[in-house]
């Protein structure tokens, strides 16, 4: 019998404890910044919830997704999780734990985070997190401690994110968030436990399916920001140390392109990069991908079925200033 669920004639008191960190503002106050935490006209839902009570925050930064119509938006989560102790070739990651970081859970598959957002890289499942203790450069830190499915290499300071699932102990696999265009405007508490798949349409689908609205660009102080990736901190269009923008409604900061590539980057702008995309770096078909020397490629072509190739032609040049 489950006793979980069911039928009670009379009123329920649900009483429960819990605690959360001290206030964070973690935006920047400006006057008159009218692109500041500008909402579209409506949300989505998340497609990569925490699978137990967890939290996202103020200023973590999310995909918003929609189809070609602009219909059924659906939003990521980028989880970032930073590494505290070397691993060579092992099945045990240590990983920060305070009030203001994502809590991993059994059944999460993570990766060190690709050079590119949306790149490949090798991947595992974590088959077991336990809350504890240990040492880093003498002192002793909270931390979480993950076992996971394969052996795994990476120093202190990685910053591990979500990786598509994959069948295994360990596979190539692609980084689940493939832009970075929105931010959350504040806290969010998925206080369900036992999260299933959230794209299920089964009608018998009993748990919590979250939607929101994220803001499409923000100005945030970095340290107070859940860990950031060298590939996420490409995107940053600020030049004030210790601060981060992200804006959605832009190109890198700048909506001067080329006249060729216009039409093109109204909606498709996956992220910008240092290097020059390849037949193997993932995308979708009218992505767009902004080089650090300005070029604008497009993804104009996907072969294969099980391994693909990916071609992306120059669409543009985006002028400086």
């Known amino acids: 019998m489950d006793t979980t669920k069911g039928t009670f004639l009379g009123s329920v008191l649900v009483q429960q404890s819990g605690s959360i960190g001290g206030a964070r503002f973690v935006f920047v106050k400006l006057q008159g910044e009218k692109n500041e935490l500008v909402f579209p006209t409506f949300g989505g839902q998340l497609m990569n919830p925490f699978p137990g009570k967890a939290k996202f925050y103020a200023g973590d930064l999310l995909e918003y997704r929609t189809n070609s119509k602009g219909y059924k938006p659906s939003i990521y989560l980028l989880k970032t999780y930073k590494v505290l102790k070397d691993v060579s070739s092992a099945t045990t990651v ?5 009030g203001y970081r994502h809590i991993p859970f059994a059944g999460d598959f993570l990766m060190a985070a690709p050079d590119v957002i949306g790149g490949t890289g090798t991947a595992v499942k974590v088959t077991a997190v336990t809350a504890t203790t240990t040492s880093v450069d003498t002192a ?33 696999a692609a980084m689940l968030v493939k832009r970075i265009n929105a931010v959350a405007a504040c806290d969010y508490d998925c206080f369900q436990d036992n999260v299933a798949d959230p794209t299920s349409l089964a009608e018998d689908f009993e748990n919590a399916r ?3 609205t994220p803001a499409l660009g923000g100005l945030m102080y970095k340290h107070k920001m859940s ?30 392109v080329a006249a060729d590539a216009s039409k093109a980057l109204s909606d498709k702008v996956r992220y910008s990069a240092s290097t020059t995309p390849t037949t193997s770096t993932v995308g979708e078909i009218g992505d767009i991908i902004v080089v650090g020397t ?28």
């Open 227 to 256: 860990p950031i990736p060298a590939c996420v901190e490409a995107l940053n269009q600020c030049n004030i140390e210790g601060w981060f923008k992200v804006d959605g409604l832009s190109v890198n900061g700048s909506a001067a």
């Open 294 to 321: 300005g070029s604008i490629y497009s993804l104009t072509g996907i072969t294969g079925t099980t391994s693909k190739t990916y071609t992306w032609s120059v669409v543009g040049q985006k002028n400086a200033g």
């Open 140 to 172: 002793t830190v909270d931390c979480w401690q993950l076992t996971v499915s394969a052996n795994f290499t990476c120093t202190a300071g990685t910053v591990l994110v979500e990786s598509e699932a994959f069948e295994g102990t360990s596979a190539t």
């Open 210 to 212: 979250y939607f929101f």
């Open 94 to 98: 240590y990983i920060e734990r305070n």
